[in-house]
């Protein structure tokens, strides 16, 4: 069987400089690992710029410091820009032989730039309020930023509101969104502004170009500098926007949209007959076509992503990948114009492609691994290469070779640590498809080593040949643990009816795929020792955990639930975008349909539950809110089965401060030790 990783592709640092006593991976290790951004390169492909997150552990938390790579000198290396300590230099972007970058040196969040050669870095704006990110013209003569203000504002310059000292703290609201992922909705939009950006800099508030549009740009929780894109000639910006309304939280209609950048008319929408998601709007280099992805299925934001183009002159639109049952996840245009570079997940890994834009052919460029961000040069793309036993680093990809590595960002920090062996299996699952799994061996086991079974998120989601800082499987086989993940029905990567499966069967087919993957991957590997498995995972892998409690009690030793669903019921009104948990049970909500949820609903099943388990959630989560979790332990303790709970007071759907990763792995590490006597 093939293993995941190929040496000449993603060598193991242990390849790098492996002293005598090797050791395995813990979460302290990763926690205090530098993670690399995205890849900016200059338009002559000399110079390759990004920020690195450095770990601050006493103040738990990251901080960024800037990097660059000469690419015109071989066995160069890579040297710091900036790197000052007490200062944050984030989002770099190269314009001509200039790199601007976002710094809060002085307290403040402002704009500033350096010339690409080094020298002394220049702040550029002095507007308050603080902002989301921004992204200069092509032509650097104006920056585009988005920041959060009141519905309307004119300009960048913060509204100054008249409070009432003897007002009360009570928050007022007339419509959803009321909160979402992990904040409080306070009144205000992300909007998009244009500053001039002259010799003397960017001074001003500048102006806004949304005139009255009811919404987020870039959309919120997520989005970014992908879903805006000036024009080649720096007049025009396009952008990504759903109208809010009074039912955004049951849409998922983002449109694109274009605006003058000087302000002077509203914007126009450009995709106004589509119901569905159209997104991450991208203009060629040379100024005639606008590309884009489209879903056609409003309602449902795991709908296959199918790249679109349109002739800027003419307005001709055409659907280039219709006939590529994958779907695009980023796109970058190359500078001549001639090619699309889309990543897109395929069978458990996430390559690089190019697309012709005239014919829509699709050519892979990339194996194995997970590209997770993409600059195009002159020659072809560097981009960002990781996968599950190798964090980020940098790569050269042209279309007559394999990747070439530039860049060796943890070689000192992971060297002397023996990474897992990966290996992929397949089976024959529900509705007889077959369906593919991995198996991660840790490095020097001789004998049987206890199961520790994973269950992705998503649930349109895949356990992927990916790097993971929250839930790392070489972190669990470097416990001594043989990781077994499954890539269920609903899983990503295999074509859209695939993923589809899932919807109205979240305990069906899925189900019965992790029991078949289970059985297949303890009858293929010998050193998997079945009688001693935990089951873990979180989201929809939590929801299945509370869903194995009830149906499949006697498998596990133990179970590991992290802001997993526990009664549907509750979570139709508790949960934020209702979209979503309303496709998922068939398209209607709760008092339309309740059987229909009830179907699935752990709730109904609490009286089979058994398997002691560990119940993990964080305070801001408002996706599956953290109520969830306390009704979990709560059914646990009456039923008297051995349970622990977590809660995380400053955390949301994810574990994101390195503290806080390492209590997570200490409880989940040791809660799977107890019952397995791995330990």
């Known amino acids: 069987m093939k293993h995941i990783l190929a040496a000449s592709l993603l060598a193991t640092v242990a390849a790098i400089a492996a002293p005598a006593a090797a050791r395995q991976l813990t979460i302290d290790d990763v926690t205090m690992l530098s993670r690399v951004g995205a890849p900016a390169v200059s338009a002559d492909g000399r110079w390759l710029v990004w920020a690195q997150r450095e770990t601050d552990l006493a103040a738990n938390r990251g901080r960024y410091d800037l990097w660059r790579l000469d690419l015109s000198r071989r066995g160069a290396k890579p040297e710091p820009l900036l790197n000052e300590a007490d200062v944050n230099e984030n989002d770099p972007q190269v314009v001509g032989s200039t790199i601007y970058f976002s710094s809060d040196k002085g307290g403040d969040d402002a704009i500033w730039s350096i010339p690409v050669t080094g020298g002394e870095p220049r702040k550029l704006t002095g507007f308050q309020g603080g902002f989301g990110g921004f992204k200069v013209a092509p032509t650097a003569d104006r920056i585009l930023v988005w920041a959060d203000r009141r519905p309307n504002a004119p300009t960048l310059a913060p509204a100054l509101d008249k409070k009432d000292p003897n007002a009360g703290e009570g928050r007022v609201y007339d419509k959803l969104f009321v909160r979402h992922w992990d904040r409080w909705v306070d009144g205000t939009h992300s909007q998009l502004f244009v500053l001039p950006l002259t010799a003397a800099g960017a001074p001003g508030d500048g102006v806004a170009i949304g005139h009255g549009l009811d919404g987020d740009a870039p959309s919120r929780p997520f989005g970014g500098g992908e879903e805006v894109s000036w024009s080649a000639d720096g007049r025009t910006v396009y952008f990504a926007l759903r109208v809010a309304g009074t039912t955004e939280p049951l849409s998922t209609n983002l449109d694109i949209w274009?605006?003058?950048?000087?302000?002077?008319?509203?914007?126009?929408?450009?995709?106004?007959?589509?119901?569905?998601?159209?997104?991450?709007?991208?203009?060629?280099?040379?100024?005639?076509?606008?590309?884009?992805?489209?879903?056609?299925?409003?309602?449902?934001?795991?709908?296959?992503?199918?790249?679109?183009?349109?002739?800027?002159?003419s307005g001709r639109v055409r659907a280039l990948t219709e006939g590529w049952d994958r779907s695009v996840g980023s796109i970058a245009w190359s500078p001549d114009s001639k090619r699309i570079y889309v990543t897109a997940q395929d069978v458990q890994e996430n390559p690089l492609f190019a697309v012709d834009p005239t014919s829509g052919k699709v050519t892979r460029l990339t194996q194995l691994g997970h590209v997770s961000a993409v600059a195009p040069t002159?020659?072809?793309?560097?981009?960002?290469?990781?996968?599950?036993?190798?964090?980020?680093?940098?790569?050269?990809?042209?279309?007559?070779?394999?990747?070439?590595?530039?860049?060796?960002?943890?070689?000192?920090?992971?060297?002397?640590?023996?990474?897992?062996?990966?290996?992929?299996?397949?089976?024959?699952?529900?509705?007889?498809?077959?369906?593919?799994?991995?198996?991660?061996?840790?490095?020097?086991?001789?004998?049987?080593?206890?199961?520790?079974?994973?269950?992705?998120?998503?649930?349109?989601?895949?356990?992927?040949?990916?790097?993971?800082?929250?839930?790392?499987?070489?972190?669990?086989?470097?416990?001594?643990?043989?990781?077994?993940?499954?890539?269920?029905?609903?899983?990503?990567?295999?074509?859209?009816?695939?993923?589809?499966?899932?919807?109205?069967?979240?305990?069906?087919?899925?189900?019965?795929?992790?029991?078949?993957?289970?059985?297949?991957?303890?009858?293929?590997?010998?050193?998997?020792?079945?009688?001693?498995?935990?089951?873990?995972?979180?989201?929809?892998?939590?929801?299945?955990?509370?869903?194995?409690?009830?149906?499949?009690?006697?498998?596990?030793?133990?179970?590991?639930?992290?802001?997993?669903?526990?009664?549907?019921?509750?979570?139709?009104?508790?949960?934020?975008?209702?979209?979503?948990?309303?496709?998922?049970?068939?398209?209607?909500?709760?008092?339309?349909?309740?059987?229909?949820?009830?179907?699935?609903?752990?709730?109904?099943?609490?009286?089979?539950?058994?398997?002691?388990?560990?119940?993990?959630?964080?305070?801001?989560?408002?996706?599956?809110?953290?109520?969830?979790?306390?009704?979990?332990?709560?059914?646990?303790?009456?039923?008297?089965?051995?349970?622990?709970?977590?809660?995380?007071?400053?955390?949301?759907?994810?574990?994101?401060?390195?503290?806080?990763?390492?209590?997570?792995?200490?409880?989940?590490?040791?809660?799977?030790?107890?019952?397995?006597?791995?330990?």
């Open 258 to 313: 274009s605006a003058p950048a000087d302000g002077s008319a509203a914007p126009v929408n450009l995709t106004p007959a589509n119901r569905a998601t159209d997104n991450l709007p991208t203009v060629s280099p040379d100024g005639r076509s606008l590309a884009w992805f489209a879903m056609k299925r409003p309602g449902f934001e795991a709908d296959r992503q199918v790249l679109m183009l349109r002739d800027l002159a």
């Open 378 to 679: 002159p020659k072809g793309a560097i981009v960002a290469l990781n996968s599950l036993t190798a964090p980020d680093d940098f790569y050269a990809v042209t279309a007559r070779g394999r990747p070439a590595r530039l860049t060796q960002v943890n070689a000192a920090r992971l060297a002397g640590i023996d990474m897992p062996a990966v290996t992929r299996f397949s089976f024959t699952g529900a509705n007889n498809d077959t369906v593919w799994g991995y198996a991660v061996k840790p490095a020097g086991s001789t004998g049987k080593v206890p199961v520790a079974f994973m269950v992705h998120g998503g649930p349109q989601g895949s356990s992927d040949n990916s790097w993971s800082y929250r839930w790392n499987p070489a972190v669990f086989a470097g416990a001594g643990y043989g990781l077994v993940a499954v890539d269920f029905h609903g899983s990503t990567g295999y074509g859209q009816a695939f993923t589809d499966a899932i919807s109205n069967n979240w305990g069906g087919w899925p189900l019965d795929d992790l029991k078949a993957g289970l059985k297949a991957a303890t009858d293929k590997f010998g050193w998997l020792d079945g009688n001693r498995a935990c089951a873990l995972g979180a989201s929809y892998g939590g929801y299945m955990m509370n869903w194995i409690e009830g149906r499949w009690p006697d498998r596990f030793r133990c179970i590991v639930q992290h802001d997993g669903v526990f009664d549907a019921r509750a979570m139709a009104y508790e949960t934020e975008e209702l979209w979503f948990d309303e496709w998922e049970h068939g398209g209607k909500a709760y008092f339309e349909d309740p059987a229909a949820y009830e179907k699935w609903n752990p709730v109904n099943y609490v009286q089979d539950w058994k398997t002691p388990m560990l119940v993990i959630t964080g305070e801001k989560d408002f996706r599956i809110p953290y109520t969830q979790g306390l009704a979990t332990f709560t059914a646990l303790q009456r039923r008297g089965i051995p349970s622990r709970l977590l809660v995380n007071p400053n955390e949301n759907h994810w574990v994101l401060k390195p503290r806080n990763s390492r209590q997570w792995y200490g409880e989940v590490l040791g809660w799977m030790d107890r019952w397995t006597g791995a330990k």
